[in-house]
């Protein structure tokens, strides 16, 4: 087996950053069990069955693979000494990645490395299911490794009581902000970025091709969504969340960064710039993630707004 090797390297900032611009799903009472493909899972989950809508797998660039559903994204990266994976959707998301990375050619033993952007259920519900099929190492950052770990979100996550439960990770290791992680010519920074979660990490890499070599950002959410109750201006569980948005969007306006990728696809118009008219390359726009904080930077103006009542 291939060894993963974690090393450090430091960054200019100190803490990283990015947004996920989205509106929040509607579930039921946190702690449930998922239940894939019911009426059961349908009553909990009323956006599941849309993020998890078929999307055929697709070359982003290079060595830089979609291979998630319409709805979520999971990235993989290629090399022929191992790959990494990014994200693992719903626990229904699982089978359907994997499905994908073998009609790619690439075999889910290969993958030896799996990270997460953040750990709700959406993003990180697969990941048990991936792990055990690929062998892969688990890495996230110390609040995500322990809610990955237990299957469930903790109370400092602005969205408890509204989250719902998934396969606890068997082993993940705890990585730090601004640590590189290194599977075979990969290398795979780790920026720490919550808010949106305790634990939210955004990831940046990059790929060469056709002589020609690009800054990709898988940016986290940073959308100031909540449960019923819970207010940023005010709470017990997670004071630090609004200082934590506006240094994550401060680092993501500064990132290196051609290609902005979300774990929604939506949430960075991925489907609409594909369909556009780039002769070259549709995803590549180097003010992608300037625009992205700026439009992180609003929603989070306007929640705190509507929070103190105060314009």
Same mark, same amino acid.
């Given at each position: 087996?291939?060894?993963?090797?974690?090393?450090?390297?430091?960054?200019?900032?100190?803490?990283?950053?990015?947004?996920?611009?989205?509106?929040?799903?509607?579930?039921?009472?946190?702690?449930?069990?998922?239940?894939?493909?019911?009426?059961?899972?349908?009553?909990?989950?009323?956006?599941?069955?849309?993020?998890?809508?078929?999307?055929?797998?697709?070359?982003?660039?290079?060595?830089?693979?979609?291979?998630?559903?319409?709805?979520?994204?999971?990235?993989?990266?290629?090399?022929? +000494?191992? %790959? $990494?994976?990014?994200? @693992?959707?719903?626990? *229904?998301?699982?089978? /359907? &990645? +994997?499905? %994908? $990375?073998?009609?790619? @050619?690439?075999?889910? *033993?290969?993958?030896? /490395? &799996?990270?997460?952007?953040?750990?709700?259920?959406?993003?990180?519900?697969?990941?048990?299911? /991936?792990?055990?099929?690929?062998?892969?190492?688990?890495?996230?950052?110390?609040?995500?490794?322990?809610?990955?770990?237990?299957?469930?979100?903790?109370?400092?996550?602005?969205?408890?009581?509204?989250?719902?439960?998934?396969?606890?990770?068997?082993?993940?290791?705890?990585?730090?902000?601004?640590?590189?992680?290194?599977?075979?010519?990969?290398?795979?920074?780790?920026?720490?970025?919550?808010?949106?979660?305790?634990?939210?990490?955004?990831?940046?890499?990059?790929?060469?091709?056709?002589?020609?070599?690009?800054?990709?950002?898988?940016?986290?959410?940073?959308?100031?969504?909540?449960?019923?109750?819970?207010?940023?201006?005010?709470?017990?569980?997670?004071?630090?969340?609004?200082?934590?948005?506006?240094?994550?969007?401060?680092?993501?306006?500064?990132?290196?960064?051609?290609?902005?990728?979300?774990?929604?696809?939506?949430?960075?118009?991925?489907?609409?710039?594909?369909?556009?008219?780039?002769?070259?390359?549709?995803?590549?726009?180097?003010?992608?993630?300037?625009?992205?904080?700026?439009?992180?930077?609003?929603?989070?103006?306007?929640?705190?707004?509507?929070?103190?009542?105060?314009?």
């Amino acid at each position: 087996m291939t060894k993963v090797t974690l090393r450090m390297t430091k960054t200019r900032f100190v803490v990283p950053a990015f947004a996920i611009l989205l509106a929040t799903p509607s579930f039921t009472a946190r702690g449930q069990a998922a239940t894939p493909d019911s009426a059961a899972r349908a009553a909990e989950c009323r956006s599941c069955a849309e993020w998890n809508a078929p999307q055929a797998p697709l070359r982003i660039r290079g060595n830089v693979w979609f291979v998630g559903s319409h709805g979520l994204s999971s990235i993989l990266i290629t090399s022929d +000494a191992g %790959h $990494v994976l990014i994200d @693992g959707g719903l626990p *229904e998301s699982a089978p /359907l &990645i +994997a499905a %994908h $990375v073998r009609a790619l @050619g690439f075999r889910m *033993e290969d993958v030896k /490395l &799996i990270v997460n952007s953040h750990d709700h259920f959406d993003h990180a519900g697969g990941i048990a299911a /991936l792990q055990a099929m690929s062998g892969a190492r688990v890495a996230a950052s110390a609040p995500s490794a322990r809610v990955l770990r237990a299957g469930e979100s903790g109370r400092d996550d602005p969205q408890f009581g509204v989250l719902l439960a998934f396969p606890p990770v068997r082993q993940v290791d705890v990585i730090s902000d601004g640590e590189t992680l290194h599977v075979g010519p990969i290398a795979l920074t780790a920026h720490l970025t919550p808010g949106h979660t305790p634990g939210g990490t955004s990831w940046s890499w990059q790929s060469c091709a056709d002589s020609q070599c690009l800054d990709f950002v898988y940016a986290d959410s940073q959308t100031p969504v909540s449960a019923d109750g819970f207010l940023y201006t005010r709470n017990d569980g997670y004071p630090t969340a609004i200082a934590d948005f506006q240094r994550g969007q401060t680092v993501l306006e500064h990132l290196a960064c051609d290609v902005l990728l979300t774990p929604h696809p939506g949430a960075s118009a991925m489907w609409e710039r594909l369909a556009g008219t780039n002769p070259t390359h549709p995803l590549i726009d180097p003010d992608g993630c300037r625009k992205y904080a700026a439009n992180a930077r609003s929603q989070l103006t306007q929640r705190i707004a509507t929070e103190t009542g105060k314009p």
